[in-house]
T-cell receptor
Framework: AQSVTQPDIHITVSEGASLELRCNYS??????LFWYVQSPGQGLQLLLK??????LVQGIKGFEAEFKRSQSSFNLRKPSVHWSDAAEYFC????????????FGDGTTLTVKP | DSGVTQTPKHLITATGQRVTLRCSPR?????VYWYQQSLDQGLQFLIQ???????AKGNILERFSAQQFPDLHSELNLSSLELGDSALYFC???????????FGPGTRLTVT
């Protein structure tokens, strides 16, 4: 069965500092991996996705993530955090076949200090 | 704007009642997913429909049911409501062959 672990429930960083959010997955085949962001009172928005190819993927809002098969990880990074990045971030793993359901992690809440 | 619409935005009802939540997927998307998000349970996958047929089932209670209509909109029916059913209910849709999901703004259900 597929699963996703986000080890950090809550992270606080200063504005302008770099950010890394961790995600570890368990999946029997080549995973489809996603990062979503949820601002307070909003639905989830896709930040980036990895299906195959280059293991470093670029997303919206200046985010990137790196797929490391050997570590079963798909960590999200941003070189310089903005106050507007404060939100909850979800990592998800999906099936490689059509429209299979994705399994979401429990989320990491990011607080940005001024 | 994801292109996924959900109605109503807010719903307040009493225990024991039944409610229906509605979702319209993005144009052309065949899959609809329903999720429940609560403070203690996080984001829980409930059920997926693909082109009118149930495709996958998650942690959906027997008191809950869903369907997808020929025009691809979906409804989630919640009955015999309990206080613990208070949560945000999200609908998401995805296209053929793709797994990224586009989420609606959610329906906030409060059971009193």
């Amino acid at each position: 069965a597929q699963s996703v672990t986000q080890p950090d429930i809550h992270i606080t960083v200063s504005e302008g500092a770099s950010l890394e959010l961790r995600c570890n997955y368990s999946y029997g085949a080549t995973p489809y991996l996603f990062w979503y962001v949820q601002s307070p009172g909003q639905g989830l928005q896709l930040l980036l996705k990895y299906f195959s190819g280059d293991t470093l993927v670029q997303g919206i809002k200046g985010f990137e993530a790196e797929f490391k098969r050997s570590q079963s990880s798909f960590n999200l990074r941003k070189p310089s955090v903005h106050w507007s990045d404060a939100a909850e971030y979800f990592c998800a793993v999906g099936a490689s076949t059509n429209a299979g359901k994705s399994t979401f992690g429990d989320g990491t809440t990011l607080t940005v200090k001024p | 704007d994801s292109g996924v619409t959900q109605t109503p935005k807010h719903l307040i009802t009493a225990t024991g009642q039944r409610v229906t939540l509605r979702c319209s997927p993005r144009s052309g998307d065949l899959s609809v997913y329903w999720y429940q998000q609560s403070l203690d349970q996080g984001l829980q996958f409930l059920i997926q429909y693909y082109n009118g047929e149930e495709r996958a089932k998650g942690n959906i209670l027997e008191r809950f049911s869903a369907q997808q209509f020929p025009d691809l909109h979906s409804e989630l029916n919640l009955s015999s409501l309990e206080l613990g059913d208070s949560a945000l209910y999200f609908c998401a849709s995805s296209g053929r062959g793709a797994d990224e999901q586009y989420f609606g703004p959610g329906t906030r259900l409060t059971v009193t």
